[in-house]
Nanobody, 131 residues
Framework: QVRLVESGGGLVESGASLKLSCVASGFTSDHYAAGWFRQAPGKEREGISC?????????YYADSVKGRFTISWDNSSNTVYLQMNSLTPEDTADYYCATGLDLVTMQDMCIKTEVHDLLTWGQGTQVTVSS
């Protein structure tokens, strides 16, 4: 059974950086994809970035984070990272890591709710950006 544990959230000022980590265990295949999602109070869940474990160049970024956030996957430690730069108060949310078999495009993994239902989710880590 796949298990995910996120860490790295916290309270920072606008313009700061944070790096989120998601350690995965229990993989039974080499063909997994992973993504970072966030949900702010009163808003729908947003898929912000997804990455393929087989093709590291296959990534997806939501327009809201493109150019500021970078996703990466360290295969040796089964850890998915999200480097977040130039944070703004609009980035305040609970951030979740999720993973599933690498069967769809990274864009579909991030944006299609029917795909989200098939993913394994972590418990989340809170990010708060003050103005």
């Amino acid at each position: 059974q796949v298990r995910l544990v996120e860490s790295g959230g916290g309270l920072v000022e606008s313009g700061a950086s944070l790096k989120l980590s998601c350690v995965a265990s229990g993989f039974t295949s080499d063909h997994y994809a992973a993504g970072w999602f966030r949900q702010a109070p009163g808003k729908e869940r947003e898929g912000i970035s997804c990455i393929s474990s087989r093709y590291y160049t296959e990534t997806y970024y939501a327009d809201s984070v493109k150019g500021r956030f970078t996703i990466s996957w360290d295969n040796s430690s089964n850890t998915v990272y999200l480097q977040m730069n130039s944070l703004t108060p609009e980035d305040t949310a609970d951030y979740y890591c999720a993973t599933g078999l690498d069967l769809v495009t990274m864009q579909d993994m991030c944006i299609k709710t029917e795909v989200h239902d098939l993913l394994t989710w972590g418990q989340g880590t809170q990010v708060t950006v003050s103005s």
